[in-house]
């Protein structure tokens, strides 16, 4: 975000409910009183999840830690220890115990020895005085977790007779049925999942939704046309169309299929993604495999050199003319090849060839790969798992990767680099979430960013830097070269194993940050970073991209400098200028960096010592956010997760077979997560880590040892700092939507969190929560059920809420408005005995703060 944006909070978005009653009527401010544009015209404001209270309890040694969140909408200002705004009456068993102000968390030292071991605590939020909200009740956990119950699939058997099993692996999270509340996404992956580099055949992966309780929603069946592993499939999770309600989009295939059960756990649907018109008239069937065997390979390759002379590239005279010529072997055939020539082609190529370029050569072996047939993106309704619409996957793949260098290489990978997959969600528009999908980051790049109304997937910019071109398909160093498109032929390889969305330039929308380039919002480069090559380097004094990379980190790093810096780590070795770099998020340049002639690996940010201003960072040593040289070697580079009562942060660590644990640099260790793993091999990622409930402050899902459940764990240490949940940060949601994407990375802020956080420096979003209604009209029915509302007023104001909300579905701010300015005054009309007084205030905040959403 820009300097100017970092430096003011918005005007007061919470009403005081004090204002607004008057001797029987109801004044409304005049910002709030509908918007001046007309009454069709869209609704305004980033679009964020409506969400309750999230209250937790947790039994400690020192009483009961309460935790609770605070939305952004009831921000008001801000103080040196935190934000202003609604403060809250905490209730053990229906009696007021606490008035809390400064926080949203409370430790209720009196539990042990007042309360019974069934203590139920409620929230209240109160404005002015005035209790305008009550939240449902809770009792506590008897430790700082709880475990979220999971269905695990049954094993199976590969066709060459490998049985594997199940873990469960990554997660994502939304609000699927508009309660407020998030319901969990889990990806299980089977035992034989593989890197996209690996030979050999996996089981199919599936994706779970469950609710909180552990009840089992749908299933999605990938089926054997999705590979299973890291780079194969990323699920995003969000809701893309403002309905208040969780859509899941991701790549599919022929034979995916998506399961629904009922509240007994019994299957009430089942159906398969719908092959597009011209698959079927193709062909293509859902029970169609496309795994090839290492026969099914050896014939590809059959196919493959038998139709040589017609590849484009040869036809073009870009690619030698012949196999010999491209083997480097005298003339022994004529063209097209005959049958036998291809086969006898195909066994010098397997047997003397490809081991000749690298002994691990060995494709002989090569199975369980997926190099052709259709692909396929879809979007799945979040509560059913119903798939909505299907559309074929783009890019596709063109080929088995001979165009995308995966034989240009010494170690020959067929299906490498052109299986490579990233996704992420991203506001590109500033106010609606649109899903981005993308293929290819070592050589071309492509990426599409998509749209979804409700009922249709609209692209809304397509980027693709077009194949490196190389002289030999079969030697060739496509790595690092450039592509065929004029416009984006400097994004090739520039993509990492995530990406991330960031506001970079301050213009209210995001870009995309594509590993060591940026795509502008309207899917034009932003800038694609590059350095002088140092001495000792392949190349010294010479031009070179930064490159590719496998962790990169985006936020505000240092809040001494304007906007937002990149931190990341980089793979090229003596081809790159650095090893790891800082940049300055707007136009990618260096700020300081260091070469390392080798592929550096593992690099992560985060504020572990509150004596040094911004956020330290590490990869070969550590370093402040300003680039000064500190002592000591960094934590961990699994991931960071925000766990302390100060603001710092702490790191996730475990891998393998290893207890996970949370870590703090000067404290030690602070949690030892007893009987849990992590996942994705030696990278160690917890399932998920997000602000899922409670406070600010991030949770930590990671599977049981045996995946019989997620446990979840919250921190109790009580702190003093009053922000609003992360989750109403429109970088952090989108930052978690992709979190599960390849290689997982911490999710960040789009302002400045750490231990000496100026508060009045954070941003509070201009937000529209589409299920503010939905909520308001919970509240409403909830009164009347308790005899706060009778009579004619009843059907009055229930029409006034109904109507406003048809008006939100059809996206029409000023008729949402006036609706609930209608519902305003005829609350304020006092009749006696149809509306209690508690009622009236209550509502009177409720529908005033969604009038102001709408303004």
């Not at 009430?268 to 496309?290: K, M, N, R």
């Not at 299906?415 to 969600?425: D, E, P, Q, T, Y």
């Not at 989108?734 to 911490?746: D, G, K, L, M, V």
Request: net charge negative; proline share 5%.
């Amino acid at each position: 975000m820009s300097s100017a944006q970092k430096t003011a909070v918005p005007a007061c978005v919470a009403l005081a409910t004090g204002a607004l009653l008057a001797f029987g009527g109801l004044s409304v401010p005049a910002a709030a009183q509908g918007p001046g544009s007309g009454n069709a015209a869209p609704i305004g404001g980033v679009q964020l999840e409506y969400l309750d209270r999230g209250l937790v309890a947790a039994a400690t040694p020192q009483g009961v830690f309460l935790s609770w969140r605070l939305r952004a909408t009831e921000v008001t200002g801000a103080t040196a220890a935190g934000l202003t705004g609604t403060d809250f009456t905490v209730y053990r068993d229906g009696v007021a115990i606490a008035t809390v102000t400064d926080s949203t968390n409370f430790l209720d030292t009196d539990a042990g020895s007042d309360a019974a071991p069934g203590a139920r605590y409620s929230i209240a939020a109160v404005v002015d005085g005035a209790e305008v909200e009550v939240s449902a009740e809770v009792t506590p956990w008897t430790q700082a977790f709880t475990d979220l119950p999971l269905t695990k699939p049954s094993g199976g058997v590969t066709p060459v007779g490998e049985a594997y099993t199940y873990s469960a692996s990554d997660m994502s999270v939304g609000d699927v049925d508009g309660d407020g509340s998030y319901e969990y996404f889990v990806k299980w992956e089977p035992s034989n999942s593989k890197d996209v580099s690996q030979i050999g055949y996996t089981g199919n992966t599936y994706i779970d939704t469950y609710t909180a309780a552990g009840r089992l929603l749908s299933r999605v069946d990938l089926g054997v046309n999705i590979r299973s592993g890291a780079h194969y499939t990323q699920f995003m999770v969000s809701d893309f169309d403002g309905d208040g309600r969780s859509e899941m989009m991701l790549k599919t295939a022929p034979g995916t299929k998506t399961t629904t059960y009922g509240p007994d756990g019994d299957v009430t649907s089942e159906s398969f993604v719908t092959i597009p018109a011209a698959d079927v008239a193709a062909g293509v069937t859902d029970a169609d495999d496309y795994r090839l065997s290492d026969d099914g390979y050896y014939e590809h390759v059959v196919g493959m050199f038998k139709g040589w002379q017609d590849h484009p590239e040869v036809v073009a005279s870009t690619w030698p003319a012949t196999l010999e010529e491209a083997f480097g072997i005298a003339p022994r055939y004529e063209y097209p090849l005959s049958d036998a020539d291809a086969r006898a082609m195909t066994d010098y190529f397997m047997d003397v060839y490809a081991p000749s370029r690298s002994a691990r050569n060995n494709l002989r072996a090569f199975e369980g790969f997926i190099v052709d047939g259709p692909e396929y993106l879809s979007v799945f309704e979040g509560a059913s798992g119903v798939e909505l619409e299907t559309v074929p996957y783009e890019p596709d793949r063109g080929d088995d990767g001979l165009l995308w260098g995966d034989y240009a290489m010494a170690r020959i990978e067929p299906g490498n680099r052109v299986n490579r997959f990233l996704a992420g969600v991203a506001y590109l528009d500033g106010e609606n979430p649109s899903a981005v999908f993308a293929r290819g980051y070592y050589t071309r790049a492509n990426v599409v960013a998509y749209s979804w109304d409700g009922e249709r997937l609209t692209k809304d910019w397509t980027v693709d830097s077009g194949h490196v071109p190389m002289t030999n398909p079969f030697n060739d160093g496509p790595h690092g070269g450039r592509g065929s498109s004029e416009e984006f032929g400097s994004l090739t390889g520039q993509g990492f194993h995530s990406l991330s969305a960031a506001d970079v330039d301050g213009d209210g929308r995001q870009e995309i940050v594509y590993g060591s380039a940026t795509i502008d919002d309207d899917g034009s480069l932003l800038y694609s970073s590059s350095d002088t090559l140092p001495a000792g380097s392949a190349a010294p004094g010479t031009e070179a991209k930064l490159g590719h990379g496998d962790a990169i980190h985006v936020t505000d790093i240092d809040p001494d400098r304007p906007g937002q810096e990149i931190f990341s780590v980089h793979e090229g070795a003596t081809g790159a200028p650095y090893g790891w770099a800082m940049r300055d998020a707007a136009d990618g340049e260096v700020l300081f960096g260091g070469y390392t002639g080798k592929d550096t690996g593992r690099g992560m940010i985060g504020d572990i010592d509150p004596a040094v201003r911004g956020l330290e960072n590490w990869a070969v040593g550590v370093r402040s956010a300003s680039g000064q040289v500190l002592p000591g070697n960094g934590p961990g580079t699994n991931m960071s997760i925000r766990w302390a009562a100060d603001g710092t942060t702490q790191l996730v660590n475990g891998t393998g077979n290893q207890t996970t644990t949370i870590d703090d640099a000067r404290r030690g260790r602070l949690l030892t997560a007893t009987d849990t793993r992590t996942n994705n091999g030696t990278k160690g990622s917890p399932s998920l880590v997000a602000d899922v409930f409670g406070d600010w402050r991030e949770e930590l899902l990671v599977r049981t040892a045996d995946s019989s459940a997620i446990r979840i764990f919250t921190s109790t240490e009580v702190t003093d700092r009053k922000l609003y949940t992360l989750m109403h940060d429109p970088q952090y949601r989108a930052e978690i939507a992709r979190q599960n994407t390849a290689y997982n990375q911490p999710a960040y802020t789009s302002f400045y969190l750490a231990s000496d956080t100026d508060f009045a420096d954070v941003p509070v979003p201009d937000a529209f929560l589409p299920g503010a209604i939905p909520a308001l009209q919970r509240q409403f029915e909830q009164l009347v059920g308790a005899g706060g509302i009778s009579g004619p007023a009843v059907q009055q104001l229930r029409a006034s809420l109904d109507q406003a909300q048809r008006a939100v579905e059809r996206d029409q701010a000023g008729n949402a408005a006036r609706a609930v300015d209608t519902f305003l005054d005829r609350l304020g009309q006092k009749s006696p005995g149809s509306v209690s007084d508690d009622a009236r205030t209550a509502l009177a905040h409720s529908g005033a703060v969604v009038l102001l959403m709408l303004a």
